[in-house]
């Protein structure tokens, strides 16, 4: 049992939490991946990225926010000031964060060739990430809330993946990822999904609605109608979890006692011989799935600012 995990400002009952199973000593065997992928719904690997190269990009990523006076020194703690100067110091939005998540020693990490291999072992074939990535500093009193990938990437692959990879040690008291145990066999909120795909004739807030069908209810309420659990872990820098398109998640709240920020990452990943020219995810100028390129990311705006959800 995990302890520590509160969701919408509520503790889940740590019976109703249990760990990610660990994967990575089958990492060579494909057919069993997606064996598990199919019976699970995700696929959790401990420790098999270069916890030295996942650090650099933490301090690339924190020095950034520093800069903008979000983030205290040293930076690699990633402790919140509080406070910003993002407006001022960089006005245009949209090209600081996506030069923030551009950053070489990020991208090292998230289009390397080690995460390429992680993917390509489940694919068994070999894989290619979308260009266009969510990166999400998330502080004190912030989580994202429960939801479906699949309608905002249908289209174009139809293999496609979430490489979620945390940028530091996260414990659960900083927010971490949480996955729906059994929720990719969810039929009643997975169909609407699939009838409301992506595309130039479907308004953008259908697709919301069909992704965060299962928000409609308090999470530890959710888990108590659908008779199932969170899972979740301490992670580690280094980690990385996979998870299908039609697995429902979202992050634990971080209550940091510290004011620590959790950062993390997630990209899409598809096999390389499958269409990738999709214009909201390939490209140097992608446009994202609303056409605001990483301007419309949450992320993008001040780290202070008075949201409750990450999206």
């Not at 990719?184 to 308004?203: C, E, G, I, N, S």
Request: proline share 7%; with cysteine; net charge negative.
């Amino acid at each position: 049992m995990l302890h520590d995990c509160i969701s919408q400002g509520i503790a889940v009952p740590p019976e109703m939490v249990v760990e990610f199973h660990d994967s990575s000593p089958d990492l060579q065997k494909g057919s069993l991946l997606q064996q598990r992928m199919h019976d699970d719904g995700y696929l959790f690997f401990r420790g098999i990225l270069n916890r030295e190269q996942v650090l650099e990009a933490r301090q690339e990523v924190f020095g950034r926010l520093a800069a903008v006076g979000e983030i205290r020194e040293p930076a690699i703690d990633g402790i919140a000031t509080g406070t910003s100067h993002r407006l001022e110091r960089e006005p245009d939005l949209t090209r600081f964060w996506k030069s923030v998540s551009e950053g070489p020693a990020l991208r090292r990490v998230t289009h390397g060739d080690d995460l390429r291999r992680v993917a390509g072992q489940y694919f068994g074939e070999k894989s290619i990430p979308h260009e266009y990535m969510f990166l999400r500093p998330a502080a004190f009193g912030q989580s994202t809330n429960l939801h479906y990938d699949f309608p905002f990437f249908a289209g174009g692959s139809n293999h496609i993946v979430t490489v979620w990879v945390p940028f530091g040690d996260i414990p659960l008291c900083d927010g971490p990822l949480m996955i729906v145990e059994g929720s990719h066999r969810f039929d009643d909120l997975v169909q609407p999904m699939k009838d409301a795909m992506l595309d130039p004739k479907t308004d953008f807030a259908t697709i919301q609605q069909a992704a965060y069908m299962g928000s409609t209810s308090e999470n530890v309420k959710l888990l108590h109608e659908r008779n199932t659990r969170i899972l979740s872990t301490n992670f580690l820098a280094g980690d990385v979890i996979i998870f299908s398109m039609f697995t429902m998640h979202g992050s634990l709240d971080n209550h940091s006692s510290a004011g620590r920020v959790r950062l993390s990452v997630d990209v899409r990943y598809q096999p390389a011989a499958d269409p990738h020219d999709d214009p909201r995810f390939f490209g140097p100028n992608p446009t994202g799935a609303k056409g605001g390129s990483y301007g419309e990311q949450k992320a993008a705006q001040p780290l202070t600012a008075p949201w409750v959800s990450r999206q």
